[in-house]
C-alpha cells in the first residue's frame, strides 16, 4: 500500500455531492471545504460574531438577507482595503504590548481578517502573538482583559465539567490546548492569566497549521495561585485560593479530561505551561488512553533535536552522527528532561547506539550544578547544597556516576568539552563568559541553544553568545533575537528554535488522519522534516530553519510525515482512497482566510 495518496474518511465521501452547504447539526470534516456558511440567525447577531462577521465586506444582498443593511457603512470594502486599514492602525501602535491589544481585538471582531493579517504578515506579528510579547500579555492578563475567550474550568466547577462542555457553541473542536498556569514560559505561577498562552498557541495552530478557527479550545484549568502578588490584586480573574495538589489536582484533571473527551471524543488535546512533576505525570497517565501530547515535554524536544541535526550539516557531519554529539543540558525540570529524551531517542534510532550509551552523551544540570555522583571526589571546592526535592526517575538517568555532584557548569566544560549546549531555566546569564569562552576553546563552531522564553529570560543573548565565541556560535533560541553583525562586517546568524515550528504541522497531521494516539515516532520525523528544510547555503550562514515567514509550508510537510506515521504505525482512523498525492489532501485541508458567501435559513 502506498501511503502518499489521498484519502478521505467516509463521511467527506456521504457529503461530498453537496458541500456547497453547511449545517450546524453536521459534524464537519476539517478537509470539507465550505463554499457557503447557512446560518438560522441574522442581524446584530452576525455582525457580532467574529467567526462570521464580515466587517464592511458584506455585499450589498448579503446585508438584505442577513437583515444588517444599514447597520453597517453603505460602502462594500472588500479584504485587500480592511488589511490596509488594520495594518496602518497596527503601525501606529507604540508599544509590543498595545499591538498585541489591538491583534486581540480585532480577533474578537473578525477572525477571518485576523488571520488574513497573520498569514500575510507572520514573520513581523508571531512575535507578538506569541513569545516574546505574550509573555507579558499573560503577566498583565487580568488588567487588559476585554472579552473571554475560551473556556475556564475552576475549582468550584467540580462535579459540573461534563455539563459546562455543553456550553460551548460548537459541535466539532479537533485542537484543545490546555493550560493550568503553573509554569507559564520562565515566568512561573500566572493562574488564570495563563490563559494567554493557548490562545496564542491556536492562532498558530491556525495560521501555521491550517486547523479551522471554529474547531480549536483555549482551556485553562484553574486550580488556584501560589503567586502572592496575583493572590493580593484585586483585578485577578483567577480563584483566590492555593494551587490544588496532590489527589485532589489529579481527580481534577481527570473530571476534566472526562468531560471533554465525552463530548469531542477525537479532539487532539496539547497540554501546555504544566510545571514539573505534574507534566510528565498527566502525559504518563492519558497519552496511551487518548489524543494526547505535552508541548513543553514532547514539541519543544522535537524541534531542539531538529536544531541539533540541522546544526550537524552545518558543521560538515551527517544526521546520523548524533550520537557523537557530547551535549550539556541545563535545567532538570519537564522541558530539560523531555528535551534529551528525544535526543537520546534520536541518538538510539539512527546512531546504532544503545540507550545506555546515549544517556552516557548528555550532562544535565538543575539549579544545584551537575546531576552527578555525590560520592565522587572533586579537584574543586563544592559545598553540596541540598537539592529541595530527590531526583525522580527520569532524571536519575542522566546522574554522571564518574563526576562529583554538582560540578558548576564552566568545570563541566572543562572536563566533558561539548559539542552542544541547551538552557532550560528560565534564568538569564546562567550561560556565563567564562563557560561560553571556555567551549569555545575546543570546537570551531560551537553550538549555543539559550531556549528559555521569553527573551528577558534567555540564558545568554545573540549578542554575547557571538561575542564569546568570536563570531564562531551557531546560535538558536526559543524567542527571536536579531542578527549580530560581526567585527569582520559579516552576520551572525541567530535562529529561532521554537516550538511553532513543529506543533502546528503536527496538529494538521493529526486531525487528518484522525490519529487515535500521538506516537513518538510522530515528533522524530517531525525534527528529521524541519532539519532537511534548510539549503546548503543557508547551513552554511548558520541558518538552521527557514524563515518564520515560511510557518505554513514547514507545517504542511510536517503534517505530511506525520500522517505517514499514523498510517504506518496503525493509529489513523481515517479511511483511505488510491488515486492522489498524500501532500495534495494535506494542502487543501488547511484552513485559508477567506470569506464566504453567508445565507439565512429559518
Known amino acids: 500500500m502506498s501511503f502518499s495518496r489521498l484519502f478521505r474518511t467516509p463521511q467527506v465521501l456521504r457529503y461530498r455531492y453537496c458541500r456547497a452547504y453547511s449545517f450546524s447539526n453536521i459534524e464537519s470534516d476539517p478537509r470539507h471545504d465550505k463554499t457557503v456558511h447557512v446560518m438560522h440567525s441574522r442581524g446584530m447577531n452576525i455582525i457580532h460574531d467574529p467567526l462570521l462577521s464580515k466587517g464592511t465586506a458584506f455585499s450589498i444582498a448579503e446585508r438584505e438577507r442577513l437583515s444588517i443593511r444599514g447597520l453597517v457603512p453603505p460602502r462594500c470594502q472588500e479584504m485587500d482595503k480592511q488589511l490596509l486599514r488594520v495594518k496602518r492602525n497596527l503601525d501606529a501602535c507604540g508599544t509590543p504590548l498595545a499591538k498585541f491589544v489591538f491583534l486581540t481585538a480585532l480577533h474578537d471582531r ?59 457553541p460548537h459541535d466539532q473542536v479537533d485542537v484543545i490546548v490546555v493550560t493550568d498556569g503553573s509554569r507559564v514560559l520562565g515566568l512561573g505561577d500566572l493562574g488564570a ?32 495561585t501560589n503567586n502572592q502578588g496575583l493572590l493580593d490584586d484585586p483585578l485577578y480573574l483567577g480563584m483566590n485560593h492555593p494551587r490544588l495538589e496532590g489527589e485532589d489536582y489529579y481527580s481534577f484533571v481527570d473530571e476534566w479530561i472526562t468531560a471533554v473527551t465525552s463530548r469531542w471524543p477525537n479532539t487532539l488535546i496539547q497540554f501546555e505551561d504544566f510545571k514539573y512533576p505534574h507534566a510528565y505525570n498527566l502525559l504518563e497517565k492519558y497519552r496511551d488512553r487518548i489524543t494526547c501530547f505535552n508541548d513543553d515535554i514532547q514539541s519543544t524536544s522535537s524541534i531542539t533535536l531538529a536544531g541539533i541535526l540541522a546544526s550537524l550539516k552545518a558543521r560538515g557531519f551527517k544526521q546520523e552522527d548524533i550520537a557523537k554529539e557530547k551535549i550539556v543540558c541545563v535545567g532538570a525540570g519537564s522541558a530539560g528532561v523531555g528535551v534529551c529524551e528525544g535526543i537520546i531517542d534520536c541518538m538510539v534510532a539512527q546512531g546504532n547506539v544503545t540507550r545506555e550509551e ?7 544540570l538543575d539549579q544545584h550544578g551537575l546531576l552527578g555522583n555525590p560520592y565522587s571526589p572533586s579537584e574543586t571546592d563544592i559545598t553540596l547544597g541540598k537539592r529541595k526535592a530527590e531526583l525522580d526517575e527520569r532524571q536519575k538517568c542522566y546522574v554522571k556516576k564518574d563526576l562529583p555532584d554538582q560540578l558548576d557548569l564552566e568545570e563541566l566544560i572543562k572536563k566533558v568539552k561539548p559539542t552542544v549546549v541547551l538552557g532550560l531555566t528560565g534564568i538569564p546569564g546562567v550561560f556565563t563568559e567564562s563557560a561560553i569562552r571556555e567551549m569555545a576553546k575546543h570546537h570551531a563552531k560551537p553550538v549555543i541553544f539559550p531556549l528559555s522564553n521569553p527573551d528577558t529570560h534567555a540564558e545568554c543573548t545573540a549578542e554575547e553568545a557571538f561575542k564569546w565565541t568570536d563570531g564562531r556560535a551557531i546560535f538558536a533560541s526559543g524567542s527571536p533575537f536579531k542578527d549580530v553583525l560581526l567585527p569582520n562586517g559579516k552576520l551572525g546568524r541567530t535562529n529561532q528554535c521554537n516550538n511553532s515550528y513543529s506543533f502546528p504541522g503536527l496538529g494538521l497531521g493529526i486531525t487528518v488522519s484522525r490519529a487515535t494516539k500521538v506516537t513518538n515516532t510522530m515528533f522524530l520525523e517531525t525534527a528529521r522534516t524541519i532539519a532537511d528544510m534548510a539549503t546548503p547555503s543557508q547551513l552554511r550562514e548558520g541558518i538552521l530553519f527557514p524563515g518564520v515567514s515560511q510557518l505554513r509550508d514547514v507545517a504542511l510537510n510536517v503534517a505530511t510525515e506525520v500522517c505517514e506515521v499514523a498510517f504506518k504505525e496503525g493509529v489513523a482512523t481515517a479511511v483511505l482512497e488510491p488515486g492522489e498525492l498524500l501532500p495534495d489532501i494535506i494542502k487543501s485541508s488547511a484552513y485559508q482566510p477567506v470569506y464566504v458567501p453567508l445565507v439565512y435559513q429559518p
Open 110 to 168: 473578525n477572525e477571518t481578517l485576523y488571520y488574513k493579517l497573520l498569514m500575510e504578515h507572520l514573520e513581523e506579528l508571531a512575535g507578538i502573538i506569541y513569545t516574546p510579547t505574550v509573555g507579558l500579555a499573560s503577566q498583565m492578563s487580568h488588567s487588559i482583559y476585554r472579552r473571554s475567550r475560551g473556556m475556564y474550568f475552576s475549582t468550584q466547577d467540580r462535579g459540573e465539567m461534563s455539563a459546562m462542555v455543553y456550553n460551548w
Open 358 to 364: 546515549a544517556y552516557s552523551r548528555i550532562y544535565m
Open 193 to 224: 492569566n495563563g490563559m494567554q498562552i493557548p490562545i496564542g498557541k491556536l492562532s498558530l495552530y491556525v495560521a501555521a497549521g491550517g486547523i479551522r478557527p471554529r474547531a480549536v479550545l483555549p482551556v485553562v484549568l484553574d486550580v488556584g
